[in-house]
C-alpha cells in the first residue's frame, strides 16, 4: 500500500521531469519556420498623421533580405524616399549627412543639434522592479568635491533611517539621527515602504529619492552638504502609488502610476497632469520625446497602441497597431496535439505549467488512456483498483507524459490480481 | 530493543560514510572560506561601498557565491555513493533484507542517517556562510542571497534521494531512466544567475518536492527485495 | 596472447554497460547543441546569427563542457572501482604476465574505450555543424573544446593512478592535486583563445598517461 | 621497473610544482594584499602641466584623502586641479559654472569636446575570426548596414561566403580577386584587420596582410573592390583599427614599437619607447597623450595634434609589486605561475634570487632531516634530486616531494 502512494509520487516526478524536457526538445529540434515581419509606428509631424513601416521578409527562405514598405493609417503608401521627409524628427542624422536638413520644421527654426538634443526614449513599468531597501545617498553638491562622496549606505526601518558604513558594516548613530530627527520633523511615518531614484547619477544627485512612508505619503528625501533636505510630496490622486520613474527630460521630472491605473507626469514645479491613456491599459509602456511631441506607446497581445501627446500633455492622436500572430506551422501543432501542457519556472513568478488548448491534446490523451485500460485489462490488473484508476487518470490528464511516468515506474499487482491472472479465463 | 538497533544501524551507516562526507565537508568549507577571502580581496582594492553596490545592481548581478552552487550536491552525492554503492554491489543488503517487516524499516534507517548527515553539512554551510555574510554585508543583502541559496541547498536532498532510489532499483534500464528523471528534475533547483533573492516563489514547491521524494527509496527497494526485473 | 584476451574480456564486461551510456551521452549531447544551433540559425537568419556569433563569440556548445570528465568518470570508475573494493586486481598480478604489463593493459583498454566513445561523436558533431558554418568558426570551435577532450582523457589517466594508490592519505592529497590540474582543461575561456594552452595540456596529459606506473608500483609493493 | 617508477615520480614531483605555484602565491595575495595608492597622472591642455593626483584613501575607513601636485611640485586644491583639466571634469566644471569660454584659442563647446577619444592599445590582438563582413564604404547612408556575406581569404583568394546557405558567391569573389591581384596582392592572407561592426560611423574597410607581410587596403564602393597597396618598411605584428578620425590605425611592429596609419597612407613611428607595449591612450584636438604603466612607473607622452612629441614626464608606480606584502612573498616563493585572464597564456615569473634563498635552504634541512630520521641514505640519486627540487623550487617543491613519497 505505501509502496504503492509512493509510486504515484514517482510518476509525478517523472511527468515533472517530462514535461520540463520534452517541449522544449520537441520545439527546438522543430524551430518555427518563417520570420514575421517587423512593423514600426512614427507619428509624422508634416502631416499630422502616422505612418507606419513594415519590413516584410521575402518569400524566398534562403534569401535573408525583405523589404520595407510605408503606409499611412488610410492605406495610402509612401516611398522609402519621401518617408525620410515626413519624418524629419526622426532622420535627422541621415538628413543631416546628405545635408538635406531642413532650416525650419512647421515654422520653427531648427538645426540638427537642437532636434537630436531634444529626442530622449524611456521606460515606464507599471509594476515595481528588484528593491533590496538598501540604497546610496548623494550628495547635491557631489560635483564641488570629492569628500562629499558618501561612504555608507542607507535603509528606513520602523526605528528610522539608518546610514551603514560599508567598510565596518556599522551604523553610523550620528548621521541617522540627525536625518531621522528631520523625517520625523517632516511628519515621516516610520518604515518606509519603498523608495525609488534615477539610474542616472546626476539626476540622482539633483533629486535624492522619492520615498513613500508608512501611510502611503509621498517625500523626498535629499541631502545637500551633508544636511539632510526633506519634502512632503502632493500626491496626484488619493490612490496609493504604484510606480515611479524620473524623467530623462527637463520637463519631466517623474513619471507615476497609482494603484488604478492611472498614469501622471510631474513636472518641474512639482505640479501632476494626468494622462489620457485608457483606464483598460495598465501596461507598462515605453515614451518617447522629439522636439514637438511626447509620445507613448504601450505594448500589449499582438498589438501595441500609440498615444501622440503634445509638449504640454494634451492627447493629439492615437492609433493602434496589430501584429500578425506568428504563423503556426505543422509542428507547432502538432507540438500542442502532442503536449498537454509544460512546465518551467522563472526567477520571479515561480513554477508554471503552460498548457495547450484542451481541444488540441484532449484526443491524444484519450487515445492514450484507452490503449492503457486496454493494456491493463490484457495483462489481467484489475480495474477497480484504485491504483489503476489513477494510472488511467494521470494518463487522461497528463497524456504522454503520464504514459510514460506509469511506465517507467511499474504497478506491482496485487496477490489476488496475480491470482486471477493465472488462472485460464476461457 | 529499537533504539539499540538503530544506534547499531547508524553506527555501521556512520563507518561507510565517515570519510567521504568529511571530505566534501572539508571540501565545502574551504569553498565557502575562498568565496569570502576573494571578497576580502575585493573590498580591500576597490573599496567595500563599490564592491557592496555592484553586488546588490549590477546587471549582469553579481553572484560571489556562485561557487557554491554544486557544492550541497557534492556532497548528497558523497554520502549517498558511499552508503549505498557498497551494499548494491556486494549484495550485501539482500542478507539484511530477508525479514520483509524489517524492510522498509532498515532502509528508513539507512535513508534517514543519511539525510540527518546532509541537514548536519547543509547547517554547517548556511552557519558558515551566515557568520561571514552578516560581519561584512548588511542583512538587506544576507537575506535575498540565502533566499538564492536554498534551492542548491535543497538540491542535496534530491539528490540524496534519487540516488538511494536508483542504486536500489535492480533493473539496470530502469536505473538509467530514473537517472534521466533525477537530472531534470535537479536542473529545476540549480538556478543561478539571476538577482539575488530570485526563485523566491518556487521555494514552497521545491519544498513539496523535497518531502515528497524522501520516500522515493522504499519504491526501488521493495522491487529489490522481491527481485524484480 | 590467451591471457591478453582474458584480460580483456574481463575488462570489457565491466565496462561494456557504462561505455554504452557514455556513448549515448556523448552522442546525445553533440546532437543535441547542433539541434539547438540549427534552431537559432534558423530563427535568426544565417547573416545575423553568424554575426552575433562572431561579435560575442557565443559558446553554442558550453553544454558539452563536463561531458568527457563525465564519461572518463564513468569508464574510469567502472573499470577501477570493483578492482579496489573486491581486491580483484590483486588475483589479476598473479597471472603469468609482468604486473606493469597488466596495468598497462588495463589503462590502455580504457584510454581505447574513452577514445572510441567521444571520437565518433565529434566527428559527426563536426560534420554537422560543417552545414550551417564555414571552416573559419568550425575549427575555433573545435580548438576551445579540445580542452575539455584532453581534460576527459587526463581525468581518466588520473583516476587510474589514484584508484591503484594502496594510501588513503595519499589518495586523498593526489585527488586534491587532481583536481587543480583538471581545472586547467575546464577553464572559461572565450573562442579561439585556448591555442596557447593545448601545448602545456597535452604535456601533462600525457604524463597523467604514464602516473599509473608510479602508484602501481607502490602498489605491487603493498606500501602504506 | 623501480627505475621508471622513481623517474616518473620526479615528473609527478614537478607537476606538483607547477599546481603548487599556481595555487598558494594567488591565495596568499588575496588573503594578504593592501590597497595599494592611486596615482593618476593626466596633461593639461591649460597650463601645459602634468597634473598627477594621489590618493592616501584608506579603504577600510573610506576616508578621502587625495593630494593634487604638477610635475614641479606644486600643489593644487581640488577646484583648481579639476579647472586645469577641462576635458576630463566637463560635467563638474559645467556645474560649477567654471568652464572656461576657450581653449588655446579655441571656443570651448560640444564640437570640441566630441573630438576626445579614449581607448586601450595591446601589442597582442585578440582572436578573431578571419571572417568578415565587407560593408559598403559609400552608401550615402549614416551608418553601414551589414552586408548580407562575409569574406576570406584562403589560398585560393578572397572568397564572399553567404551564410544562409553556406556557398561561395562566385561572382563576386572573381571580380574581387582580379582587383586584389591587380594590386599584388598574395593570397592567402596572413591576418586580417578592421571594425567588424555596424557601430561606426564611416566605413574605412579592412588592411589586409599578405602571404609576404605586405599591407593592403580593401574596401568597396559603390559594390566596386578598392584595393591598395600600402608601402611599408616595418613588419607588422598587430594593428588596431580606429573609428574615422585623421588615423586609419594603430600598428605595433615586432619589437612593440608603435606606428600610426594615417588616412593618406602614410606610416608614421611615434617617439615613444615600447616598454611593455600597453598604452592608454586620450586624444583630443590638441593634443594625444599616451600612457604606459609598468611595475615601476607611469609614463606619460603628450604628443601634438601631428603626433610629434610635445612633452613627457615619468612618475613611480605605485603597485602590488612594490608593496611590502609583496615584498614578503619574494621570500617565500621562489617563483609564482599566473595565467592571463581570458587568454591562458602560462607565465612563470621568478622572485629575486637572494630573496627566497634562506626559506628554501631551511627547507632542504628539514626535509634532509626527515630523510635522515626515516634511515635513508642521502647520497641515493633520487633522494639528492629530492633535496635539489626543494632547494630550487622551495616550499613548493619541499610540499611537491612530501606529496608523493619516495620508497626506499
Same mark, same amino acid.
Given at each position: ?41 512614427? =507619428? ?78 524611456? =521606460? ?94 509621498? =517625500? ?51 505640479? =501632476? ?154 | ?35 569570502? +577571502? ?77 539525510? +540527518? ?113 | ?140 570551435? &573545435? ?54 594552452? &593545448? ?26 | ?408
Amino acid at each position: 500500500m505505501l509502496t504503492k502512494i509512493i509510486r504515484i509520487i514517482a510518476v509525478l516526478f517523472a511527468v515533472i521531469a517530462a514535461a520540463t524536457v520534452l517541449p522544449q526538445l520537441y520545439y527546438t529540434t522543430f524551430p518555427p519556420e518563417g520570420r514575421s515581419s517587423h512593423k514600426n509606428i512614427c =507619428y509624422s509631424e508634416i502631416l499630422g498623421d502616422f505612418i507606419i513601416s513594415e519590413y516584410i521578409y521575402s518569400t524566398d527562405k534562403k534569401q535573408a533580405t525583405g523589404q520595407t514598405v510605408c503606409y499611412d493609417r488610410h492605406g495610402k503608401s509612401y516611398s522609402r524616399d519621401s518617408v525620410a521627409r515626413l519624418l524629419l524628427l526622426d532622420n535627422v542624422s541621415q538628413l543631416a549627412y546628405e545635408g538635406r536638413f531642413p532650416d525650419t520644421i512647421c515654422g520653427i527654426a531648427v538645426t540638427p543639434e537642437l532636434v537630436s538634443s531634444e529626442a530622449f526614449s524611456q =521606460y515606464h513599468s507599471a509594476q515595481p522592479g528588484l528593491y533590496y531597501g538598501l540604497c546610496e545617498l548623494r550628495d547635491q553638491k557631489s560635483y564641488t568635491t570629492r569628500t562629499l562622496e558618501p561612504r555608507d549606505l542607507f535603509r528606513i526601518t520602523p526605528e528610522g533611517i539608518q546610514f551603514i558604513v560599508c567598510a565596518t558594516n556599522q551604523i553610523d548613530e550620528e548621521k541617522s539621527r540627525l536625518f531621522t530627527n528631520c523625517l520625523t520633523a517632516a511628519d515621516f511615518r516610520f518604515p518606509a515602504l519603498r523608495m525609488w531614484t534615477s539610474p542616472d547619477k546626476n539626476i540622482s544627485e539633483a533629486i535624492g529619492y522619492y520615498v513613500i512612508d508608512s501611510k502611503n505619503e509621498l =517625500y523626498c528625501l535629499s541631502m545637500n552638504q551633508s544636511v539632510p533636505a526633506v519634502q512632503k510630496l502632493e500626491k496626484p490622486d488619493s490612490r496609493n502609488i504604484r510606480n515611479i520613474t524620473f524623467g530623462k527630460s527637463p520637463d519631466i521630472r517623474a513619471i507615476l502610476n497609482t494603484e488604478n491605473g492611472n498614469m501622471y507626469i510631474q513636472h518641474p514645479d512639482q505640479s =501632476y497632469t494626468r494622462l489620457e491613456l485608457p483606464d483598460s491599459l495598465r501596461k507598462s509602456g515605453r515614451l518617447t520625446g522629439n522636439l514637438f511631441y511626447r509620445i507613448f506607446t504601450l505594448p500589449a497581445q499582438n498589438q501595441q497602441t500609440t498615444f501622440v501627446f503634445d509638449r504640454n500633455f494634451r492627447l493629439v492622436d492615437s492609433c493602434t497597431l496589430y501584429f500578425q500572430p506568428q504563423p503556426q506551422n505543422t509542428a507547432g501543432i502538432f507540438g500542442e496535439f502532442l503536449f498537454p501542457f509544460h512546465i518551467g519556472q522563472t526567477a520571479w513568478e515561480g513554477f508554471y505549467a503552460d498548457w495547450s488548448p484542451v481541444k488540441r491534446f484532449l484526443w491524444l490523451n484519450l487515445a492514450l488512456a484507452g490503449i492503457t485500460l486496454f493494456y491493463k485489462r490484457r495483462n489481467g490488473y484489475r480495474l477497480s483498483n484504485p491504483f489503476v484508476i489513477t494510472d488511467i487518470l494521470f494518463v487522461t490528464i497528463f497524456g504522454i507524459y503520464g504514459l510514460m511516468g506509469i511506465s517507467a515506474f511499474p504497478l506491482k499487482k496485487s496477490r489476488e490480481e496475480i491470482l486471477n491472472s493465472q488462472s485460464p479465463e476461457l | 530493543m529499537m533504539k539499540r538497533y538503530f544506534l547499531h544501524l547508524f553506527y555501521k551507516e556512520w563507518l561507510k560514510t565517515r570519510w567521504a562526507f568529511l571530505g566534501t565537508l572539508l571540501l565545502g568549507t574551504a569553498t565557502i572560506l575562498y568565496i569570502f +577571502i576573494a571578497v576580502e580581496n575585493k573590498i580591500t582594492l576597490t573599496g567595500a561601498k563599490t564592491i557592496l553596490l555592484r553586488i546588490l545592481y549590477d546587471e549582469p548581478p553579481v553572484i560571489y557565491y556562485a561557487s557554491f552552487l554544486y557544492i550541497p550536491l557534492l556532497t548528497a552525492l558523497a554520502i549517498g555513493i558511499a552508503q549505498y554503492v557498497p551494499e548494491v554491489i556486494q549484495k550485501r543488503i539482500r542478507l539484511t533484507l530477508h525479514l520483509p517487516e524489517k524492510n522498509n524499516i532498515l532502509i528508513s534507517g539507512m535513508a534517514g542517517f543519511g539525510l +540527518i548527515l546532509l541537514t548536519l553539512s547543509n547547517l554547517l554551510y548556511i552557519g558558515l556562510f551566515l557568520y561571514y555574510n552578516i560581519r561584512l554585508f548588511p542583512e538587506e543583502l544576507t537575506k535575498p542571497v540565502m533566499i538564492s541559496l536554498t534551492p542548491w541547498l535543497l538540491s542535496s536532498y534530491i539528490a540524496y534521494n534519487f540516488i538511494a532510489m536508483i542504486a536500489m532499483e535492480p533493473n539496470k534500464w530502469r536505473k538509467v531512466i530514473y537517472s534521466v528523471i533525477a537530472y531534470y528534475i535537479l536542473q529545476l533547483f540549480l538556478v543561478g544567475n539571476e538577482p539575488h533573492g530570485a526563485f523566491r516563489e518556487s521555494l514552497p514547491i521545491m519544498t513539496l518536492m523535497v518531502l515528497l521524494s524522501s520516500g522515493l527509496v522504499l519504491y526501488s527497494s521493495q522491487r529489490f527485495y522481491k527481485g524484480e526485473k | 596472447m590467451k591471457t591478453l584476451k582474458h584480460l580483456i574480456y574481463k575488462e570489457w564486461l565491466k565496462t561494456r554497460w557504462f561505455a554504452s551510456i557514455a556513448l549515448l551521452l556523448n552522442l546525445g549531447v553533440l546532437i543535441y547543441i547542433f539541434i539547438a544551433l540549427r534552431s537559432n540559425f534558423l530563427s535568426a537568419g544565417g547573416t545575423i546569427y553568424l554575426s552575433t556569433l562572431m561579435t560575442y563569440k557565443t559558446q553554442f556548445f558550453s553544454l558539452y563542457r563536463y561531458i568527457p570528465l563525465g564519461i572518463a568518470l564513468l569508464i574510469g570508475l567502472s573499470q577501477f572501482v570493483p578492482e579496489i573494493t573486491d581486491k580483484r586486481i590483486k588475483l589479476a598480478l598473479h597471472l603469468p604476465l609482468h604486473n606493469l604489463q597488466i596495468i598497462y593493459i588495463m589503462v590502455v583498454y580504457g584510454f581505447v574505450l574513452l577514445f572510441l566513445t567521444m571520437i565518433p561523436g565529434i566527428l559527426i558533431f563536426t560534420g554537422l555543424i560543417s552545414v550551417y558554418l564555414p571552416a573559419e568558426i568550425t575549427i575555433p570551435v &573545435l580548438q576551445t573544446m579540445s580542452p575539455w577532450l584532453l581534460g576527459g582523457f587526463c581525468a581518466y589517466f588520473l583516476i587510474a593512478t589514484i584508484a591503484l594508490e594502496p594510501a588513503w592519505k595519499f589518495r586523498f592529497l593526489y585527488i586534491l592535486i587532481s583536481y587543480k590540474v583538471l581545472t586547467l582543461f575546464f577553464m572559461y575561456l572565450s573562442i579561439g583563445n585556448a591555442v596557447s594552452l &593545448l601545448p602545456v595540456l597535452c604535456l601533462i596529459t600525457g604524463l597523467s598517461g604514464i602516473a599509473p606506473v608510479y602508484t602501481s608500483y607502490r602498489f605491487n609493493k603493498g606500501q602504506l | 621497473m623501480t627505475l621508471a617508477a622513481k623517474i616518473i615520480r620526479l615528473f609527478l614531483v614537478l607537476l606538483g610544482v607547477m599546481v603548487l605555484a599556481m595555487t598558494l602565491p594567488e591565495l596568499y595575495r588575496k588573503n594578504f594584499e593592501k590597497r595599494p595608492g592611486k596615482k593618476l597622472i593626466y596633461y593639461s591642455e591649460i597650463s601645459k602641466n602634468f597634473m598627477i593626483s594621489e590618493d592616501f584613501s584608506d579603504t577600510l575607513t573610506n576616508e578621502n584623502h587625495i593630494i593634487y601636485y604638477d610635475q614641479t611640485g606644486k600643489r593644487y586644491t581640488e577646484r583648481e586641479y579639476n579647472r586645469q583639466l577641462p576635458f576630463l571634469y566637463t560635467r563638474k566644471l559645467a556645474l560649477l559654472g567654471e568652464l572656461p569660454d576657450t581653449i588655446n584659442g579655441n571656443k570651448f563647446d560640444q564640437q570640441l569636446i566630441k573630438t576626445i577619444k579614449r581607448g586601450m592599445l595591446m601589442p597582442v590582438s585578440s582572436f578573431t575570426f578571419q571572417l568578415n563582413p565587407l560593408f559598403e564604404s559609400e552608401s550615402g547612408k549614416v551608418r553601414p548596414e551589414l552586408p548580407d556575406d562575409l569574406f576570406r581569404i584562403n589560398h585560393r583568394g578572397i572568397e564572399f561566403l553567404d551564410p544562409e546557405t553556406n556557398k561561395i558567391l562566385p561572382e563576386k569573389s572573381r571580380s574581387f580577386n582580379k582587383t586584389l591581384k591587380a594590386a599584388g596582392f598574395q593570397s592567402p592572407a596572413r591576418n586580417i584587420y578592421g571594425i567588424p561592426s555596424t557601430l561606426k560611423s564611416r566605413d574605412d574597410g579592412y588592411f589586409i596582410i599578405d602571404q609576404r607581410g605586405e599591407l593592403f587596403h580593401l574596401k568597396m564602393i559603390k559594390g566596386r573592390p578598392y584595393c591598395h597597396h600600402i608601402p611599408k618598411n616595418i613588419s607588422v605584428s598587430s594593428m588596431k583599427c580606429m573609428v574615422p578620425g585623421d588615423l586609419y590605425a594603430y600598428i605595433y611592429d615586432h619589437q612593440q614599437q608603435l606606428y600610426v596609419l594615417r588616412t593618406d597612407y602614410s606610416i608614421k613611428k611615434l617617439p615613444i619607447r615600447p616598454g611593455n607595449g600597453r598604452f592608454m591612450y586620450s586624444s583630443n584636438c590638441f593634443y594625444k597623450s599616451y600612457k604606459n604603466t609598468d611595475n615601476d612607473s607611469i609614463r606619460l607622452y603628450v604628443l601634438d595634434a601631428d603626433y610629434n612629441l610635445a612633452d613627457y614626464h615619468a612618475i613611480e608606480a605605485d603597485n602590488y609589486s612594490k608593496s611590502p606584502v609583496a615584498q614578503t612573498e619574494q621570500y617565500l616563493f621562489p617563483l609564482k605561475i599566473i595565467l592571463t585572464p581570458g587568454y591562458a597564456h602560462m607565465i612563470p615569473l621568478f622572485n629575486p634570487f637572494c630573496r627566497f634563498i634562506w626559506l628554501n635552504m631551511l627547507l632542504l634541512i628539514i626535509l634532509a632531516a626527515i630523510k635522515l630520521q626515516n634511515h635513508r641514505k642521502l647520497y641515493n640519486p633520487f633522494n639528492l634530486l629530492d633535496l635539489g627540487i626543494t632547494g630550487i623550487f622551495g616550499i613548493f617543491g619541499f610540499i611537491a616531494v612530501l606529496i608523493f613519497p619516495n620508497r626506499k
